[in-house]
T-cell receptor
């Protein structure tokens, strides 16, 4: 079974500063990797995903993530935080022959003015 | 993409009662998924619902507590039975497009008093 670990349950950044959210997975075979965002009182929205090919993946709202097989990581970054980035972020993983998504514990991002 | 409508969006229920949550998708899908998100926590898969067959429940979830119906390829219901305050959570419906696209409803925010 796949598992995913998000380091840091809360991240606070200043507006305009770098956002870095860490995600590590455990799998012997590189899985499909996802980042989702959940705004208050809303469902989950896909930010970006890695399936195959280029290891640097660009998503919506200026976010990107890099798949590093050697580190079993898929960290999410955004160069310059905006107030609207305040939300809960979930890393998720799925095995390449598995229909189940496994979610990390989530990281809450707050943005300081 | 897929547009998912969940009803109700929120409810406050008395303990011992049951609530049925509806999930409607704008296109036909093979599998539909039900997740629970307890306060401040990540998403946990409750069950997978395929049309024409019994739902498949994850460890820790049973049909008597969370009966699921899947009458056609665009609709499913999840019932939370004999509710207690511990059932207070967000319940989310999800559908897949292959193994690399998952879409979520807005969620049903349930409070049991």
């Amino acid at each position: 079974a796949q598992s995913v670990t998000q380091l840091g349950s809360h991240v606070s950044v200043s507006e305009g500063a770098l956002v870095l959210l860490r995600c590590n997975y455990s799998s012997s075979v590189p899985p499909y990797l996802f980042w989702y965002v959940q705004y208050p009182n809303q469902g989950l929205q896909l930010l970006l995903k890695y399936t195959t090919g280029a290891t640097l993946v660009k998503g919506i709202n200026g976010f990107e993530a890099e798949f590093k097989k050697s580190e079993t990581s898929f960290h999410l970054t955004k160069p310059s935080a905006h107030m609207s980035d305040a939300a809960e972020y979930f890393c998720a993983v799925r095995g390449r022959s598995d229909y189940k998504l496994s979610f990390g514990a989530g990281t809450t991002v707050t943005v300081r003015a | 993409s897929a547009v998912i409508s969940q009803k109700p969006s929120r409810d406050i229920c008395q303990r011992g009662t049951s609530l049925t949550i509806q999930c409607q998708v704008d296109s036909q899908v093979t599998m539909m998924f039900w997740y629970r998100q307890q306060p401040g926590q990540s998403l946990t898969l409750i069950a997978t619902a395929n049309q024409g067959s019994e739902a498949t429940y994850e460890s820790g979830f049973v049909i008597d507590k969370f009966p699921i119906s899947r009458p056609n390829l665009t609709f499913s219901t999840l019932t939370v039975s004999n509710m207690s305050p511990e059932d207070s959570s967000i319940y989310l419906c999800s559908v897949e497009r292959g193994l690399t696209e998952a879409f979520f409803g807005q969620g049903t925010r349930l409070t049991v008093v």
